[in-house]
Nanobody, 124 residues
Framework: QVQLAESGGGLVQPGGTLSLSCTVS????????QAWYRQRPGNARERVVA???????VYSDAVKGRFTASRDLAKNTLSLQMNNLKPDDTAVYYC??????????????????WGPGTQVTVSA
């Protein structure tokens, strides 16, 4: 079993920035890909960015150019830097990871462990 825990959510004004972090209880060397997902009010959960074992990233069109994902392999942490936030970015954000040997990029169906989520609200 792998535990994940997000932190850093909150309220921010449009155009503002926010950084999310996620601690993972297992070394990335023993896992597959990681990803950040979000669920906006009234919408299905969607993948924001996938991070492969080699560090390859795949961003959704909605956040490309505004969000940056990274990993700290020594600390087993993920980060999501969110710039130029928009009201439409309001959502619960989840970090997630696959077990090894799953296909990339991950989907909800091929993701094995999830954090509980953190709320991000973009509002004036």
């Amino acid at each position: 079993q792998v535990q994940l825990a997000e932190s850093g959510g909150g309220l921010v004004q449009p155009g503002g920035t926010l950084s999310l972090s996620c601690t993972v209880s297992r070394s990335f060397n023993n896992l597959g890909a990681q990803a950040w997902y979000r669920q906006r009010p009234g919408n299905a959960r969607e993948r924001v960015v996938a991070i492969g074992r080699s560090g390859t990233t795949v961003y959704s069109d909605a956040v490309k150019g505004r969000f940056t994902a990274s990993r700290d392999l020594a600390k087993n942490t993920l980060s999501l830097q969110m710039n130029n936030l928009k009201p439409d970015d309001t959502a619960v954000y989840y970090c997630a990871t696959q077990r090894q040997f799953r296909p990339f990029p991950p989907t909800e169906a091929t993701t094995d462990w999830w954090g509980p989520g953190t709320q991000v609200t973009v509002s004036a």
